[in-house]
């Protein structure tokens, strides 16, 4: 059980790509930064790998004018439940 | 899951990003205040690669963005956190303390306490040593 | 003929390592990759037991035939041959990414193992610890 941070926008699909191959069946996905964009409907096909398991940091879309642009599939958290979610998953691995 | 009550934890801060470069720097500080309010410990925050630059006392940002430096001091004066400088990363980076511009002989340093360069050794001790290591990067 | 513990199956089961650190990044263009190793040889010296994984630009760092560059920039491939002085020599390749770039195996410097998607997940979930660059 891991925890994924991103942090790169969907034009990097290489780093998807990568992110896929490591990500496991129980494992879960958060969008920071400019990996917000990939909470767009518009991107969905780079979060297609990653099963709905998929959040976003609030205060990171909010600054980007995302909120109300949200996919339905992803689920928003805010700075305490970013650390709440490291705390939940043994282990975080950061992709940039 | 976010609601459910859970262990109080012990955490290392990896930080690769530059001071206002990147968002990375911010990232870091705003988790580390967060996992503190939240009742967890931040260890240490070791910095490495362009990360080195968050050390800086000579760093002066306009009055009207947050202070990187001042946040990340105000961390270790209240919550014990260790500031942790890679010394080869610093050292390439113009990144001195009084104590190696001695040894180098320059006249000028720019990294003082709780700002402290030390070795790669000390991030193989944060990994050990803490319940979550967490990387922010550019 | 006996199996021998350097025979392929074995290496194909996920192992725990101390550490696992993925590189995902070329050589010369960015310290990514030297930093990156510069963390993994200090673990081992440290006694941890190092493992590596390259991922997309990440395998351009086993290419055969890199030098230094021209002001002197020092590359990886002198460290990546001090890798077995530090007793690191789980060495792994993401299949897809080798492909992707037109590489082979018999085109890496050192001895890796190819892995695809499914056994990468695997590896990575055995670890303890894992640092990416």
Redesign the interface.
């Known amino acids: 059980m891991?925890l994924h941070l991103l942090n790169r926008s969907p034009q990097f699909d290489?780093?998807y790509?990568?992110l896929?191959?490591?990500?496991?069946a129980e494992d879960h996905l958060l969008l920071i930064e400019d990996a917000c964009y990939a909470a767009l409907p518009a991107a969905a096909a780079s979060l297609a790998a990653f099963g709905g398991r998929v959040s976003v940091l609030s205060e990171d879309a909010a600054s980007r004018g995302l909120l109300d642009r949200l996919s339905d599939g992803v689920t928003v958290v805010d700075m305490a439940g970013f650390v709440a979610l490291t705390a939940t998953f043994p282990?975080s691995?950061?992709?940039? | 899951m976010i609601d459910r009550p859970y262990d109080v934890l012990s955490y290392a801060l990896?930080v690769h990003a530059a001071p206002y470069s990147e968002q990375g720097a911010l990232s870091a500080l705003r988790f580390a205040q967060a996992a503190v309010a939240q009742g967890h410990r931040v260890s240490s925050v070791f910095f490495?690669?362009d990360g080195v630059h968050n050390a800086s006392m000579l760093m002066a940002p306009p009055q009207d963005e947050v202070h990187l430096a001042e946040g990340w001091r105000s961390l270790a004066q209240e919550h014990g956190t260790e500031l942790l400088v890679c010394v080869?990363?610093g050292l390439r980076r113009g990144l001195m303390s009084a104590e190696e511009s001695a040894r180098h002989g320059r006249e000028a340093h720019n990294v003082e306490p709780p700002f402290v360069l030390t070795?790669?050794?000390q991030?193989?001790d944060a990994?050990?040593g803490n319940d979550r290591?967490i990387?922010f990067a550019p | 003929m006996t199996d021998d513990e350097t025979a392929p199956a074995a290496d194909t089961q996920p192992i725990s390592l101390d550490?696992l650190v993925?590189l995902?990044h070329p050589p010369h263009g960015s310290?990514?990759l030297r930093?990156g190793v510069?963390?993994a040889l200090?673990?081992a010296?440290?006694g941890?037991a190092v493992g590596l994984l390259f991922?997309?630009?990440g395998v351009f760092a086993l290419v055969e035939g890199q030098g230094a560059g021209p002001l002197g920039q020092k590359g990886t491939h002198a460290q990546l041959a001090m890798l077995e002085m530090y007793d690191i020599e789980r060495l792994w390749v993401?299949a897809?990414?080798l492909r992707a770039r037109g590489l082979t195996l018999a085109d890496l410097a050192l001895p890796a193992l190819a892995l695809e998607?499914d056994e990468?997940?695997h590896l990575?979930?055995a670890q303890?610890?894992?640092?990416?660059f």
């Open positions: 891991m290489g780093i790509w990568d896929s191959e490591a990500f496991g282990r691995l950061s992709w940039f | 990896l490495y690669r080869a990363a070795g790669l050794g991030l193989v990994m050990l290591v990387t | 550490l993925i995902r310290s990514w930093e510069d963390v200090v673990a010296a440290f941890q991922q997309g630009d993401s897809s990414a998607a990468i997940d990575v979930h303890p610890r894992t640092l990416l």
